[in-house]
């Protein structure tokens, strides 16, 4: 097992894809808008992913599937509300029912793990996150996450909380360039962190920030930090979940390093899983040569956590056709009771993905 998670060009494998994903068996796939034009065709390319597998553990297949502008179902028909509008409107019950119609959506195209919920405290800053945040403080972050987290674990969608140590503050997006934040550990405790700290029992994964916050350590993002991943989220709060860094393909990362060689830096530093989600084909040869070359024991530390992990994973036949006419009936009647806020501005890659 290759200790990544790799995005796919299109909606079916490519030849080079498949050869590659049969040689090196990543640990799991991301899937985007651009994997998704049809429910069925898009679970046959996840049981054929589920085929390429060697061993009796499935492999990871993730999917950023928030609500409002973070929603890769868009062209199935599945829409659903953002976290914000669900946190408008202070029903749990609601927050929960959005969750199950999520969760039932990815079932049937055979995703078993959501990158979500943000745990980010909401700020105005141009960073990606408008409208994807459950709120403004730290209390409504955790309550409302922690209610749609619950509903998914339920459901047998397995989460990620992100993007710890939680990077509300940031004035840039990561997928252009670096954001610095300035804090020290007991500092990001006091406030951005407490939703993740709090969570962190129920939290099956988390994904680590893209940040530099140079009181943590001044020379290495967070997601390829040894103090921050090891040092604070493992040793000091101590989470033996998975770990995910996010994308290093993205601007605050590859500008700084390959994907090759950011992934085993992330693995160096405490992460379990790095995701390599665009031009795969190009990267993953070298990042599987440069992840040999580490330490047997960073190595078998990651793995037994993944492997953890996978067992625990589901997989569920379809809905047949006529079901999922229904249930997108019943989604729009759903969606019609959350009112809709003004779209998030400005945009974000995030969105387009």
Not at 46 to 65: F, M
Not at 84 to 104: F, M, P
Request: proline letters at 8%; hydrophobic letters at 45%; glycine letters at 6%.
């Amino acid at each position: 097992m290759l200790p990544v998670i790799v995005g796919i060009e299109g909606i079916v494998l490519t030849p080079q894809e498949r050869e590659l994903f049969t040689r090196l068996q990543p640990a799991g796939y991301i899937l985007f808008t651009r994997n998704i034009v049809d429910y069925e065709l898009t679970r046959e390319l996840t049981d054929e992913l589920r085929a390429l597998t060697v061993g009796p553990d499935v492999p990871i297949i993730a999917i950023d599937q928030e609500g409002g502008r973070v929603v890769r179902t868009a062209d199935i028909f599945v829409q659903l509300p953002s976290a914000a509008e669900l946190a408008a409107t202070g029903s749990s019950d609601l927050i929960t029912q959005a969750a199950w119609y999520n969760a039932q959506c990815l079932y049937t195209l055979g995703v078993n793990t959501n990158f979500a919920p943000v745990l980010d405290i909401g700020s105005p800053h141009a960073n990606a996150l408008p409208s994807r945040c459950w709120g403004y403080d730290s209390q409504a972050v955790t309550t409302h996450g922690g209610v749609w987290n619950r509903a998914h674990v339920r459901a047998g969608i397995a989460t990620c909380g992100k993007h710890f140590p939680g990077m509300g503050a940031a004035e840039c997006d990561p997928h252009f360039d670096l954001p610095v934040l300035h804090g020290t550990r007991e500092s990001f405790l006091q406030d951005a962190a407490i939703p993740f700290n709090a969570l962190m029992p129920e939290l099956p994964s988390m994904m680590i920030a893209h940040l530099l916050i140079p009181e943590i350590d001044a020379e290495l993002p967070t997601s390829l930090s040894p103090a921050l991943v090891q040092g604070f989220l493992r040793d000091q709060l101590g989470y033996e979940g998975v770990v995910f860094t996010d994308d290093l393909c993205m601007g605050a990362i590859a500008k700084r390093y390959t994907p090759a060689e950011s992934a085993a830096m992330a693995l160096r530093a405490g992460c379990d899983l790095p995701l390599i989600c665009h031009d795969v084909c190009q990267h993953l040869e070298a990042a599987a040569q440069t992840i040999a070359e580490l330490p047997g024991q960073v190595l078998e530390a990651a793995a037994a956590r993944i492997e953890r992990f996978r067992m625990s994973l589901h997989t569920r036949p379809p809905m047949p056709f006529i079901q999922w006419r229904e249930y997108l009936a019943d989604l729009r009647e759903f969606n019609a009771r959350v009112p809709q806020l003004a779209a998030a501005t400005p945009g974000s890659p995030v969105q387009d993905y």
